[in-house]
């Protein structure tokens, strides 16, 4: 067992690759629109490639797009992997998914400079598509890695503009070079920023995160009928916008009712055909629906499809599909021990806590012994261009993601 020297990562050089990343596809406003398999995405994969070579990895693509940059172990044993995500949000933040990417990045650069080899190869992930912005679902190539999404769905699930993930992938020049996930892994660690406002309230410089919420997503498609908005009576309409409207405050009250309350939101929605004098005849929306505990989840949804239900009057119909139903999940509790120890022998402050967001993490638990990571940003604020977070609270959560690694990486 090695001795290790107290390792420290360079919060520097770990601040300086996340501001490097920033800039491809950065906004005006601060953020960062990067979303999966753009051209964005594939300049910040080349970037990372790079810097994984650099820093002595090898690097492999599994078949939906997903980097392993590995540093091989001085024995040939299921690795240890530490991931997180590149993609953004279209308005999204300089440090969701990218915090624990670099975080990773600099822990490979790390044992490279101190010529430090564990018993077991470490891998850092970038996974494709964590966010589901772009192809729903969420967390999609974690899904499929873990065995709960068959990668032929992945491959075919489509954006907005009816663009197949598949041929996204080659469009920007990806060419797997790695079965999907197969091989055993001895961990998973990720880092992320909490996108939730408790511990900076608090003041802890980590989060400890115990469990997650479960996530139902549905798009919804609301069908009524056009026609003139001057010479249709109000009685005579089957108005698809109207149907709509009464849906998403349904949904604001099974978020706000549950108990504890859970949350609803409708993020993406388009009228047809959206014309100022036409009564619409279609609206398309989407649905995300959350709870920490399954059966308040179950229950939200029971309520949303008894309202869906009662909502088909007239010609007025309502076709959901579901694109995601993850259940609520808890970490466990040997790996939340470790790092409960580690964070000590730091002395740094932390706590536990519950992930609002959904992490790839949640599918990796499924497979191995994982744990999530959280740093403070500010205000809470996430999925927005001002998300913000200090050097400092970088440093403190990328030195208990090393300090994790590298003692499971020694385990026997
Ligand atoms: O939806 C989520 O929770 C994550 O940001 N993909
Ligand atoms: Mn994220
Ligand atoms: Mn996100």
Avoid at 50 to 59: D, F, K, L, S
Wanted: proline fraction near 6%; glycine fraction near 10%.
């Amino acid at each position: 067992m090695h001795l290790r020297p107290n390792l420290g990562i360079d919060g520097d050089r770990l601040w300086s690759s996340l501001m490097e990343m920033a800039k491809i596809g950065g906004t005006p406003k601060g953020g960062c629109n990067r979303q999966a398999l753009t051209p964005e995405d594939g300049e910040a994969r080349a970037l990372f490639r790079r810097w994984c070579e650099a820093a002595g990895t090898t690097v492999r693509i599994d078949p939906l797009g997903s980097m392993f940059a590995r540093r091989e172990g001085l024995e040939d044993l299921p690795p240890v992997l530490i991931g997180s995500h590149l993609d953004t949000q279209p308005t999204g933040g300089k440090f969701d998914g990218v915090l624990g990417v670099m975080a990773g990045l600099e822990i490979l650069r790390r044992m490279e400079e101190a010529g430090i080899r564990t018993r077991r190869p470490i891998e850092v992930v970038n996974w494709t598509n964590e966010e589901g912005c772009r192809f729903a679902p969420a967390m999609l190539a974690s899904a499929a890695y873990a065995g709960v999404l068959p990668v032929e769905k992945a491959l075919d699930t489509r954006d907005i503009a009816g663009i197949r993930f598949g041929d996204a992938l080659e469009s920007i020049g990806i060419v797997p070079d790695r079965p999907l996930g197969g091989d055993k892994i001895a961990a998973y660690l990720e880092l992320h920023i909490e996108q939730g406002p408790i511990l900076e309230a608090e003041g802890k410089e980590v989060g400890l995160v115990t469990s997650g919420q479960g996530l139902f997503w549905y798009d919804a498609v609301i069908t009524g009928f056009e026609s003139h908005s001057g010479s249709t009576p109000m009685h005579m309409r089957d108005d698809a916008l109207v149907a709509a409207a009464q849906l998403i405050e349904a949904l604001r009250k099974i978020g706000t009712e549950a108990n504890p309350p859970g949350t609803a939101t409708v993020g993406q929605f388009e009228v047809f055909p959206n014309s100022r004098n036409v009564i619409p005849g279609e609206v398309r929306m989407t649905i995300d629906m959350r709870h920490p505990d399954p059966a308040v989840l179950r229950a939200m949804d029971q309520r949303f499809h008894e309202t869906v239900a009662a909502l088909q009057k007239g010609r007025i119909r309502i076709e959901l599909t579901q694109v995601a139903a993850t259940q609520p999940l808890s970490f466990d509790p040997g790996m939340l021990a470790m790092l409960r120890e580690e964070a000590d022998a730091m002395g740094i402050s932390h706590r536990n806590i519950i992930s609002g967001a959904g992490h790839d993490a949640f599918h990796m638990a499924k497979i191995a012994p994982a744990a999530l990571i959280f740093t403070p940003c500010a205000g809470g604020v996430s999925h927005n261009e001002a998300e913000s977070i200090e050097p400092h609270q970088a440093e403190a959560g990328a030195n208990l993601l090393m300090r994790a690694a590298l003692r499971l990486a020694d385990m026997p």
